[in-house]
């Protein structure tokens, strides 16, 4: 794969991965104060978070690299 492609296609995934992981993260904040379940809820929204920060900052990564 073509670094250009690839630097593109990690960046969206990450911040895709990213926002998704900060709204599953408040969801389970509200289900914690509704007295609902939610510790495994809001590991698996840390989890997909610190996925999408790693996949953005593997893109910049590449993206840094095709520019030296």
């Known amino acids: 794969m ?3 492609k690839r ?5 969206v995934a990450g911040l ?5 992981g900060l709204c ?3 969801n ?3 289900a914690r104060f509704a007295g609902e379940d ?3 809820y809001g590991t ?3 989890l997909v978070f610190q996925a999408g920060l790693c996949l953005v ?5 590449f993206r840094m690299k095709e520019n030296f």
């Open 24 to 26: 599953m993260t408040v």
């Open 16 to 20: 895709l991965l990213t926002g998704t």
């Open 57 to 61: 900052i593997d893109g910049l990564r």
């Open 2 to 4: 073509k670094s250009k």
């Open 7 to 11: 630097w593109f296609i990690q960046s």
């Open 44 to 46: 698996a929204a840390l």
């Open 28 to 30: 389970a904040c509200f």
């Open 38 to 40: 939610w510790f495994w």
